[in-house]
């Protein structure tokens, strides 16, 4: 079958959930024995998110093939259990400097280079790209923002020609927000009308329409949303609120989502999709009645969306050791020797993130100190192993002044040092050790009992590594390297053997953690927390 394209726009407001929408469509189509991937189009002009700070946009994603993009893609990939690429994530910035450069190798021959046809036309090729070099059946794209944005109308435009030029293959699916006015106690429709209104100003007339609400949807608001926006009352699928973001795909299996795009594109419709994997997750998600208290220790605890795979890779690990996982936030930058056993003397276990630059490191360092003197399950990632590593040279092999090269570039003690190949780079996007790396496990060791493997690829993004020069005295005061790249002998994996789990990962395991296949390391974090919730 030629490859279907669904475009998911928003109206009203941002954060609506387009990318949940997109995923959980896209799972059901997948359980229907269809081959999807989803997209996303960010209207910003940066590059990528490599760049911007997590209180602009969240967490940066990181693929495979070594792309840092939206943390939509890590909804994408959890949902399917399909690793993502570069061409899942397009933004405005990645369209115009390609255009430029097309420009400037004389590609366009001399013409005036305009919105529409260049940028347009260049949206459409990275629309495309998935379905005519992969053959998906369907590709879902989201686009970002919100229709009536400026900075979304050449996407538009761009869908807007894609529908005249594949009228059989493709459909929009419009977002919106029916708010409830508790002061009247009504469901108001009037924001959706104007969204769609906007819509319809730009050439667009959406297909089927996803109202988000509060409250349950009635049929005689179905159908004024129906009449007043050129759709059928089948075509208004109801998006209520949900406990769980895992909750959706049933939900919209039950408003019939997949269905009404079958029907549309004329495609079998089939059997209904059991979602027997899905469903005993979120069975054993919600009769748990283990509880487990993890401390996630970072500076941007306030921004919940900058550790957004490192939560959901706790939801299924905890899913799997059928337990709760507890959050507790804890902001690095308090953690000091005094407070530290009031800020986590209750906890099972801790996790110090991942993240970038000075601000809350020495909490970091403390937070450690304090998991390997108190035998508490500890997992750091990227600097949070960088952390447990100065923790270990300082307190352990009694270099007082040890430190990573990033934090303090002329420390005497670099147990941290820079990347040789990083040295001689000036630029910060796109720059760093990206993508997935094979590692070799030891054995015995905790992190090979997680993954019951000797060889693993794990996904990297970081400059700085640890310092080979004082591999020896680490792993002769009980600090080993369990984990080696085979290709650089960079180390990977850090473990403390004298305690009862304390792994540090050079890599991020928690971009690899999906519904139906957790992370093995997150899996035994847990169980190990667990344990400790036993002896407490």
């Not at 910003?44 to 840092?68: K, S």
């Not at 040092?417 to 796109?430: H, P, R």
Request: aromatic share 8%; charged share 25%.
């Amino acid at each position: 079958m030629d490859t279907k394209y669904i475009f998911v726009t928003g109206g009203v407001s941002s954060s609506l959930g387009k990318g949940i929408i997109s995923a959980s469509l896209a799972k059901l189509l997948q359980s229907r024995n269809y081959s999807v991937t989803i997209q996303k189009l960010d209207p910003y002009i940066n590059v990528d998110p490599g760049t911007l700070n997590p209180y602009e946009h969240g967490e940066c994603y990181v693929t495979d093939d070594g792309a840092e993009t939206d943390l939509d893609l890590g909804h994408y990939e959890r949902f399917l259990n399909v690793p993502t690429s570069q061409a899942n994530n397009v933004t405005t910035g990645r369209i115009y400097q390609t255009v430029i450069d097309k420009e400037r190798h004389g590609d366009y021959l001399g013409k005036t280079v305009q919105i529409i046809p260049h940028i347009t036309d260049e949206i459409k090729h990275r629309i495309k790209i998935l379905g005519n070099k992969h053959k998906y059946d369907f590709v879902i794209t989201e686009i970002g923002g919100t229709v009536g944005d400026i900075e979304s109308l050449p996407y538009i435009e761009a869908v807007r020609q894609l529908k005249w030029d594949m009228p059989d293959n493709s459909l929009v699916i419009h977002l919106t927000l029916v708010p409830f006015l508790a002061a009247s106690g009504e469901l108001k429709t009037k924001p959706t009308q104007h969204s769609v209104k906007l819509l319809l100003e730009n050439g667009i007339q959406p297909d089927i329409l996803v109202l988000r609400t509060e409250h349950e949807l009635t049929k005689e608001i179905r159908s004024k949303v129906a009449r007043f926006c050129n759709v059928d009352i089948s075509s208004v699928i109801q998006s209520i609120d949900a406990s769980t973001i895992y909750e959706v795909p049933i939900l919209m299996g039950q408003e019939k989502l997949d269905i009404q795009v079958l029907t549309k594109l004329k495609l079998k419709v089939g059997k209904s999709p059991e979602l027997k994997q899905w469903k005993e997750f979120l069975l054993k998600r919600h009769q748990s009645e283990k509880t487990v208290t993890i401390a996630l220790v970072g500076k941007y605890i306030e921004l919940h969306d900058a550790y957004k795979s490192i939560v959901e890779s706790f939801e299924h690990a905890g899913a799997t050791n059928e337990a709760k996982v507890n959050v507790k936030w804890v902001d690095a930058e308090k953690v000091s020797s005094k407070d530290a056993d009031n800020l986590l003397g209750e906890v099972h276990g801790i996790l110090i993130a991942p993240g970038f630059g000075l601000r809350g490191v020495e909490g970091k360092i403390k937070a450690a100190k304090y998991a390997r003197e108190s035998k508490v399950p500890f997992l750091g990632i990227c600097l949070g192993m960088q952390c447990a590593v100065i923790e270990f040279a300082r307190n352990v092999l009694k270099i007082k002044e040890a430190h990573s090269t990033e934090m303090k570039p002329a420390t005497a003690f670099p147990v941290i040092d820079l990347m040789a190949e990083q040295k001689s780079i000036t630029n910060m996007g796109g720059t760093m050790r990206l993508g997935a790396y094979p590692c070799k496990l030891k054995e015995p060791s905790v992190s090979f009992n997680a993954y019951k493997n000797d060889t693993i690829n794990e996904r990297h993004r970081h400059r700085y590594e640890f310092n080979n020069a004082y591999l020896e005295q680490f792993e002769e005061a009980g600090m080993q390297a369990v984990g080696i790249n085979p290709n650089t002998n960079l180390v990977e994996i850090m473990e403390i053997i004298d305690h009862p789990w304390y792994v540090g990962v050079q890599f991020h395991p928690e971009y690899k953690s999906t519904v139906l296949s957790p992370h093995p390391i997150f899996v035994d974090f847990i169980n190990a927390a667990i344990k400790r919730s036993k002896i407490k």
